[in-house]
Nanobody, 120 residues
C-alpha cells in the first residue's frame, strides 16, 4: 500500500516562498507520475503541477497550470521517492490546501493535504 506524507505548508506573506515536500512509501513502480493539486473551499480540486518518473539518464517531464508557470517549480528525487514543489512569488490566490498525488499502474493515491496560506 502506497502512503504519501506531505510537509512544508504554512503561512507566508505575499511575494514570499515556500517549499512543499511529499515522501512516498510502499510499492513504487519504475514509471509513475507524481504531482500536486490544490483546493479552496467551494471550488474543485485543480492541477498545480506534475512530473513523470523519467529514465535513468533523463529528467522527468513536467506540466504546470498556467496560473503558476514561471513561479512554481516541481522536481523529484526518485531515490528518495520524494516530490517537491518550490513556490516563489506567492500570491493570496495561491492560498489553498495542497495535495500530493502519485499515479501508477492505473491507480491514483492522494496525500492528506497541507495548508498554504498567503496573507499579510
Amino acid at each position: 500500500q502506497v502512503q504519501l506524507v506531505e510537509s512544508g505548508g504554512g503561512l507566508v506573506q505575499p511575494g514570499g516562498s515556500l517549499r512543499l515536500s511529499c515522501a512516498a512509501s510502499g510499492t513504487i513502480f519504475s514509471f509513475n507520475v507524481m504531482g500536486w493539486y490544490r483546493q479552496t473551499p467551494g471550488k474543485e480540486r485543480e492541477l498545480v503541477a506534475t512530473i513523470t518518473s523519467g529514465g535513468i539518464t533523463s529528467a522527468g517531464g513536467t506540466n504546470y497550470a498556467d496560473s503558476v508557470k514561471g513561479r512554481f517549480a516541481i522536481s523529484r528525487d526518485n531515490a528518495k521517492k520524494t516530490v517537491y514543489l518550490q513556490m516563489n512569488s506567492l500570491k493570496p490566490d495561491d492560498t489553498a490546501v495542497y495535495y500530493c498525488i502519485i499515479s501508477q499502474a492505473g491507480t491514483v493515491k492522494w496525500g492528506q493535504g497541507t495548508q498554504v496560506t498567503v496573507s499579510s
